[in-house]
């Protein structure tokens, strides 16, 4: 029992020292905000349910509306009825929920607003992910003594899952994502589900049972995980085997019994929100399985998994090291990761949004690290050991110094290139924070082939609603024979106003392109200036607000034309709204060129 406590006292002291170095030591103030992004969304259960006593999730919309900025548009809330509901699930926030009660209990003590976002919650969901992290390694470490691998060199694969892959970045910098508690949960599971396998046991077929619900809970889509037990089985009469020993002793009637018990939170709230128990709470959002973005998901500079976790390219031998070990090991495990990434790459947004790297792999890093552990354990050359320990060490160091990257802002959240990728390389600068500009932004369904609103502005000739430059230039132009100057005095282009017709009250599915041309006379002049999206009502309130930078990377070009683009999707369009604004804010006042304005509005269908 000393030793156990022992070693569990030197695991968290050490996940708490690393948290301390990044959030409060590293940083150049203490950070106060670990509650955001996806992470809102699975949090939310909590100040909804505990605080609000309600399953309306209307309170906390609006309370995340006066805190974010001007396009904030909440969306993992959706109106059903009259309600707002959650489109993820509560198993996060279930796990979360020891840590909030006590954060509440503190907040009521000190004085601090018990509204489940002060200061002390954020550290309360930091410090659920720490623990949460802890178990998932230890039984990391337990899964693959079950595989005879000792225990020195598994805490040696627990410290290198942790540090060398983006799990570092979802545990220390972003743990309010769900993905660290998957990573843990599904561990656990896999444990669980091997010591079936090993030695049938009720009692590990009851406790793989509910936390398979779990699992569920937490992350639907997770799911899949069970199409990995062929390969924890180790063989096909074992799987087999146990499968009808469950079915013989009935046992499967107390498993799916408790099963539902798991997830039966869910079950209850999502009746008491709509009367249904079972509810998509992903609303017109889906997946494209006649389209699965295989290479991309794998190699994109944009998000993929081997570019941003290049540990894990260890899978490729490791892989063919389970064809020599057991053929059966070989193709159960390599069907799983075909049908988990056919699944995953087909998600209509298969980057997945403001992340690191491919953050739905995270998930499952227990099992493929598992994997990887199985082949490196079994290398006997010296000189192999060597060559795996320095691959891992530059791996290692690399996603640490991405993940400064990405938690700084010098690696983009969703809007990587290759170009890009490469012009930040291990660069650590503060000069190379925010230097790289968003891209198109995302939409689930197909655009109308014809625009149903489009106008330009050629600067000698516009169409109705742009107001007329008076800073033009005749010199240098893209077409016709004007152009307009943006300086220190003329920071803005010419604007144009779009009045909202009564007939588009209601859609949400409205993307509009925003083009212009632009010419620098000195390096990067252009580098500050964006376009800008201004709604407003009658009474000119802003509703939304939103900027896209023209030029996406600095460069070297001088004395040519460059096309600046941006494509995005408007809010759902309210009967409040008026109209719509649009132009170019020249932010940082240098001196370049702008031509040809253009605007397009088209209708996406969702399928």
């Keep these: 029992m000393r030793l156990l406590v022992r070693k569990y006292s030197i695991l968290y002291s050490a996940l708490i020292f690393v948290f301390v170095i990044v959030n409060v030591i590293g940083t150049d103030s203490m950070r106060r905000v670990f509650i955001d992004g996806d992470g809102s969304g699975h949090y939310a259960y909590l100040p909804s349910l505990v605080i609000n006593h309600s399953v309306d999730f209307g309170q906390v919309f609006e309370f995340e509306k006066q805190q974010r900025p001007p396009d904030y548009m909440g969306h993992y809330f959706h109106k059903h009825g009259d309600i707002f509901i959650d489109k993820y699930t509560s198993g996060t926030a279930l796990l979360q929920l020891p840590f909030f009660l006590l954060a509440y209990l503190l907040s009521v003590i000190f004085g601090f607003s018990p509204d489940g976002y002060n200061v002390i919650f954020q550290y309360s969901i930091a410090i659920a992910t720490l623990f ?185 031998p490791a892989i063919l090291f389970l064809w020599h070990r057991t053929k059966y090991e070989f193709l159960t495990f390599l069907g799983f990761l075909a049908f988990l990434i056919y699944i995953l790459s087909s998600w209509w947004n298969w980057y997945y949004g403001d992340s690191f790297g491919m953050r739905p792999m995270v998930d499952y890093y227990g099992l493929f690290m598992l994997i990887i552990a199985l082949l490196i354990s079994k290398i006997r050359f010296n000189w192999l050991i060597s060559a795996t320990t320095i691959l891992i060490l530059l791996f290692t160091i690399l996603n640490i110094i991405q993940s400064y990257q990405y938690a700084v802002g010098i690696i983009h959240p969703d809007s990587m290139t290759k170009k890009s990728y490469w012009h930040v390389f291990l660069k650590l600068d503060k000069d190379y924070k925010n230097i790289i500009a968003s891209g198109d932004e995302t939409y689930y369904g197909s655009l109308s082939e014809i625009p149903f609103f489009s106008t330009h502005d050629h600067i000698e000739s516009f169409g109705n609603g742009w107001n007329e430059a008076l800073n033009t230039n005749s010199e240098l132009w893209f077409s016709d024979s004007l152009s307009v100057l943006q300086s220190e005095e003329f920071i803005y282009s010419p604007s144009f106003r779009y009045f909202i017709q009564d007939s588009l009250v209601g859609l949400k599915n409205i993307y509009v392109r925003f083009n212009t041309r632009y010419l620098e006379e000195t390096e990067n002049a252009a580098i500050g200036a964006v376009f800008v999206v201004d709604i407003t009502d009658v009474g000119g309130e802003n509703n939304f607000y939103k900027v896209f930078r023209i030029k996406p990377l600095p460069d070297e070009k001088l004395n040519t034309w460059q096309k600046g683009s941006i494509g995005f999707k408007l809010p759902e369009i309210t009967g409040n709204m008026d109209q719509i604004k649009f132009y170019v804010w020249n932010v940082e006042k240098q001196a370049y060129l702008l031509d040809d304005l253009s605007l397009e509005f088209y209708i996406y269908d969702t399928p």
């Design 132 to 316: 949460w992290v802890g178990l998932g390694i230890t039984y990391f470490v337990k899964l693959l003594s079950l595989y005879g691998i000792d225990k020195r060199f598994s805490w040696l694969m627990a410290g290198v899952t942790l540090f060398g892959t983006n799990l570092f970045l979802y545990t220390f910098i972003q743990p309010s994502f769900t993905h660290a508690y998957s990573f843990s949960i599904i561990t656990i599971f896999l444990y669980f589900a091997r010591k079936i396998f090993i030695d049938y046991e009720k009692r590990s077929v009851l406790i793989a049972s509910f936390i398979f619900g779990i699992i569920v809970l937490i992350r639907p889509a997770n799911i899949l995980i069970v199409a990995a037990l062929p390969f924890i089985a180790g063989t096909q009469q074992k799987f087999f085997n146990s499968i009808r020993q469950k079915l013989s002793n009935y046992d499967f009637i107390i498993a799916v019994l408790i099963f539902i018990l798991a997830i039966s939170p869910q079950l209850v709230i999502n009746y008491l929100q709509t009367g249904s128990l079972i509810i998509y709470g992903y609303k017109d959002e889906g997946f494209y399985f006649s389209d699965p973005q295989f290479f991309n998901f794998l190699f994109s500079y944009k998000k993929g998994w081997f570019i941003y976790t290049p540990l894990f390219l260890f899978l490729i």
